[in-house]
């Protein structure tokens, strides 16, 4: 049984077979050192970089991920390989801890363009308000607007677009661009949840909306249960996630510049 020391638990989720990008999380990324390194690398680094008063593992159920993190020096555990995405990979973490993390951190493994602000920002509001999900949004400028647009034309399964009610909780995610000409809100790939809700959560059946969108934070939304929302800015390089082969360099470019 793992042992982790603080309230506060970042798991990185990582899967070799990912359906739109197999074997992505070993895949070479060029980063601001010049490096080639995998992409799980590059996560583990980013979060370890945000000096957090936090435990840090990655959580896999594929033995290469885990030998290639381990030798880079990172912590990982095994997980089942029937979990069915990050969050029930998160709630088997937690229910093998030998200390119970308060909050829980699902910082995605193919996301390593997220920022310590995110990551705080998430922790700040559960500290403040206790909500039991956190999770957080960007207003897109004019460059991510017509990033999300060309993907959605193109058919790739990109950017998630959140609604957000008056409460200032989630009412819906979607890969589609929502009619009108509001500001469109990229919703990240970074969650914060309490122990109880991951418990919720893992004892819940998929949601017919999460199997149809591929979004597995629908399970909450159709459950009734409610996510808060937290307005973030973007990292000054940009921001994507590693979903297909052609984001790779998309990516390669935002981490080279963060240090620009």
């Known amino acids: 049984m793992t042992r982790f020391q603080h309230d506060i638990l970042i798991v990185i989720p990582s899967r070799f077979a990912a359906s739109r990008f197999p074997g992505k999380p070993l895949v070479p990324i060029v980063g601001a050192d010049k490096i080639a390194k995998p992409l799980i690398q590059h996560c583990w680094e980013s979060a370890s970089a945000m ?3 936090a435990d840090i593992v990655v959580a896999t159920d594929d033995e290469r991920i885990r030998d290639v993190v381990r030798g880079f020096g990172g912590a ?8 069915r995405n990050g969050t029930e990979r998160c709630a088997e973490v937690i229910s093998n801890l030998e200390n119970k993390a308060k909050f829980v951190i699902n910082l995605q493994g193919d996301s390593p363009m997220v920022d310590r602000s995110h990551v705080n920002a998430l922790i700040m509001h559960w500290q403040k308000t206790g909500a039991q999900m956190v999770t957080p949004y960007i207003v897109c400028d004019d460059a991510a607007r017509t990033r999300l647009i060309e993907d959605v034309k ?3 399964a990109g950017g998630v677009v ?17 009619d009108g000409h ?12 309490t122990p109880f809700a991951l418990r919720q959560y893992q004892s819940l059946p998929p949601s017919a909306a999460e199997v149809r969108h591929g979004l597995e934070q629908l399970r909450f939304l159709d459950n009734g249960f409610p996510i808060d929302m937290v307005q973030v800015m ?8 590693v979903n297909y082969p052609h984001d790779v360099a998309v990516v390669e470019r935002m981490l080279q510049g963060k240090l620009a």
Do not use: K, M
């Open 76 to 83: 990982c555990v095994i997980t089942s390989p029937d979990v």
């Open 162 to 178: 959140a609604g957000i009610d008056t409460r200032g909780q989630a009412s819906y995610f979607t890969r589609e661009i929502p």
């Open 234 to 241: 973007p990292p000054r390089a940009g921001y994507a996630d």
């Open 182 to 193: 509001g500001p469109l809100r990229l919703h990240i790939g970074l969650y914060g949840y």
């Open 51 to 53: 000096h957090l008063n």
């Open 154 to 156: 193109a058919g790739r």
